[in-house]
């Protein structure tokens, strides 16, 4: 099943890396598979986002647009994600605990720093 996110973060990854070569290791996929997606992805939105020679590869202008674009909504996914894993932090703060003396001074002063 295709999705739209398919196709993103290999284009991302041959922005950042510079080369579909580097992508692809960056990534652990063949450089075909870099390729096909990009392909797919240019297919599905209607333009390129890449001028590929043997040499280099530089964005194009509809391509940069579109970085941009892939750039937010990255940022927003993290911000997301981050605060989701809020809810897993560790427990900060303070605690009361209500001890006999003995329990307290003995026992739970070692337990709890």
Known sequence: MVTRWDGIEEFLAVVDQGSFTQAARHLGVSVAIVSRRIAQLEQRLGFRLLNRTTRSVELTGA????LN???QAVASL???HAAGQGEKAV???????AAIKGFAA????????
């Open 63 to 66: 391509g940069e647009e579109y």
């Open 91 to 97: 427990p900060q703060g303070h605690i009361k605990v």
């Open 78 to 80: 993290q911000l997301a």
């Open 69 to 71: 674009g892939c750039r």
């Open 106 to 113: 003995d026992v739970a002063a070692y337990l709890i720093p």
